[in-house]
């Protein structure tokens, strides 16, 4: 089996982590992508929604890998009476994944604002019990308290905040025991994966058997991250976590691959060579399929109407869209069988 990087692979990971980048707000993590793109040599095209292309050599019959680098979150709806903000989702984001977590609130100036997710009222000792037991709602009881001195919708307004601004969630980024804790672990522990496996490329201890792009996507957690790729990309490989619940066999210590997702299977002989890969490679791996709401980038670039082979492997993933939990193994199995995937 091929040796997995941990450190790098967490390096990375944390880098990327300690960035926000809600979805549309890009910059700073393309950035930070470019950067290290230009420091491992590999040429690379940037789409106009901030989606990064990197070509990692080998010929012929070109396979695209995709990971996504946007975060779900939040978006000021209205400033409330109280100069409180009333929020909607950037993605699915629910409201019991989130209540109590900090924030950054960026304006449209780059400012950046401090507070948190706060069930409305927010004290329990005070508030009358039908509103203790009720459920969380964006719309009607839930709302971010900033770490300001605001009284009134004024005041908030004052400072620079309005409708639009982004609001990040904080990532709580820890490991512990081998499990990675931590928000965005969709898609960004995927990512990691990825340029740990691009670093070996580059360094000689994978060699890509066919031409290999490696695509950065920015709009994943709303559908369209993907939805223009290289016109002669003829597989598609989405690298993206793999969600543990009651009817899944996925598990955070195991690679999953993908049969099927909420849309539709993914390509049955497409599939079969990456299942061949782990078997030769020996990775630890299950097969499952992910309804009633998954997808990932493949979909995308099916959808706007190219003619692709597709299929999608991940690390198993707990609390998905969450505070998330994976295992150093299910990095460490993952990287596995996209390498052995490369040199198929």
């Not at 989130?98 to 409305?120: H, K, L, P, S, W």
């Not at 690298?239 to 619940?245: E, S």
């Not at 499952?288 to 979909?299: A, M, R």
Request: a negative charge; aromatic letters at 10%.
């Amino acid at each position: 089996m091929h040796i997995f990087d941990e450190k790098t692979c967490l390096n990375f990971f944390g880098e990327m982590i300690a960035i926000d980048s809600t979805t549309s707000q890009f910059r700073e993590i393309q950035n930070w992508l470019t950067d290290r793109l230009d420091k491992m040599g590999f040429p690379y095209q940037v789409t106009q929604k901030g989606g990064v292309i990197a070509e990692l050599g080998g010929e012929g019959n070109p396979l695209c890998v995709t990971v996504h680098l946007d975060d779900i979150g939040l978006m000021v709806r209205r400033i409330n009476p109280d100069g409180s903000l009333n929020v909607c989702p950037v993605g699915g984001l629910y409201p019991f994944y989130c209540v109590a977590e900090n924030v950054r609130v960026y304006n449209r100036d780059g400012r950046v604002f401090t507070g948190t997710v706060c069930r409305i009222p927010n004290s329990i000792h005070v508030t009358e019990e039908e509103l203790r037991s009720a459920l969380p709602d964006f719309r009607t009881n839930v709302a971010v308290v900033l770490d300001e001195d605001v009284r009134t919708a004024e005041d908030t307004r004052a400072l620079g905040i309005e409708t639009g601004d982004m609001i990040a969630l904080e990532p709580r980024f820890t490991v512990s025991n081998g499990y990675i804790k931590s928000r965005f672990v969709d898609d960004k522990a995927a990512a990691a994966v990825l340029l740990t496996a691009m670093r070996d490329i580059r360094e000689g201890r994978i060699t890509p058997r066919r031409k290999v792009y490696a695509y950065f996507s920015m709009y994943e957690e709303i559908g369209h991250g993907t939805a223009w790729c290289p016109a002669d990309v003829r597989d598609m490989l989405a690298v993206d976590i793999a969600p543990i619940g009651p009817d899944q066999t996925s598990d955070e210590h195991k690679v999953s691959i993908f049969a099927k997702d909420s849309r539709f299977p993914y390509h049955w002989e497409m599939t079969n060579e990456v299942r061949r890969a782990a078997i030769e490679e020996g990775v630890d791996y299950v097969m499952d399929i992910f309804t009633p709401h998954y997808g990932t980038d493949d979909d995308g670039t099916l959808l706007a109407g190219y003619d692709i082979r597709h299929a999608a492997i991940g690390p198993g993933t707990a609390n998905s869209h969450g505070y998330e939990r994976t295992h150093v193994d299910g990095l460490k199995n993952t990287y596995a069988l996209l390498a052995a995937y490369l040199e198929m």
